[in-house]
């Protein structure tokens, strides 16, 4: 399957740094979303970049993708405590003639105050 | 639009019940998604609609899990017999066209 690694699987940070995620996946997509989940609820979607974009922005949120490697980076800049969640990147899967979204295991990202 | 709407939120059962999750998609999104998110195996889909036609049921466990979509306004997920083992959030997700997917609050289920 194409699903998507995130690291580190854990970072904790001071309020105010930048934070910096990396995903990996295995064979080509058209497209890597990046979505966030609080403790407790459901995911919630942060951008979707498509393979013909190298750089995205969003606020405070940066995404990057190199297709050369195989690999796309969210960064959050000037980091807030509500910052704190879990980060989640998500690329297209074919299987069996359908296309479905496959989430990695995410990177918790705890910012202190 | 208030979302998507799940139900219940949490919901405790004894091994041997049947379960069934409750999921309101958000109007006029076509796909609708059903999850599995524990702590060892992350976010699993198990089994997706489209148009209210299940297209993907590759995900769904065993044969004691069924989904039905029976509106583009209403699904279910179903368990029976409940194990120990399905003790997991069950998210419910809907999209517009196979783009960003938007999750409801899930359903905390714990089997014992």
């Known amino acids: 399957s194409q699903q998507g690694e995130e690291d580190p699987q854990a970072l904790s940070i001071q309020e105010g740094e930048n934070a910096t995620m990396n995903c990996s996946y295995k064979t080509s997509i058209n497209n890597l979303q990046w979505y966030r989940q609080n403790s407790g609820r459901g995911l919630v979607h942060l951008i979707l970049?498509?393979?013909?974009?190298r750089e995205k922005h969003s606020g405070r949120l940066r995404v990057t993708l190199d297709t050369s490697k195989k690999s796309s980076s969210l960064l959050i800049t000037a980091s807030r405590a509500a910052d704190t969640a879990s980060y989640f990147c998500a690329t297209p899967s074919f299987q069996g003639g359908s296309e479905k979204l496959v989430f990695g295991k995410g990177t918790k990202l705890t910012v202190n105050p | 639009d208030a979302g998507v709407i799940q139900s219940p939120r949490h919901e405790v059962t004894e091994m041997g019940q049947e379960v069934t999750l409750r999921c309101k998609p958000i109007?006029?999104?076509?796909?609708l998604f059903w999850y599995r998110q524990t702590m060892m195996r992350g976010l699993e889909l198990l089994i997706y609609?489209?148009?209210?036609?299940?297209?993907?049921d590759s995900g769904m466990p065993e044969d004691r899990f069924s989904a039905k979509m029976p509106n583009a306004s209403f699904s279910t997920l179903k368990i029976q017999p409940s194990e120990p083992r399905d003790s997991a959030v069950y998210f419910c997700?809907?999209?517009?066209?196979?783009?960003?997917?938007?999750f409801g609050p899930g359903t905390r289920l714990t089997v014992t």
């Open positions: 970049i498509r393979s013909n974009e």
């Open positions: 997700a809907s999209s517009l066209r196979e783009r960003e997917q938007y």
């Open positions: 609609f489209n148009n209210n036609v299940p297209i993907d």
């Open positions: 109007s006029g999104h076509d796909y």
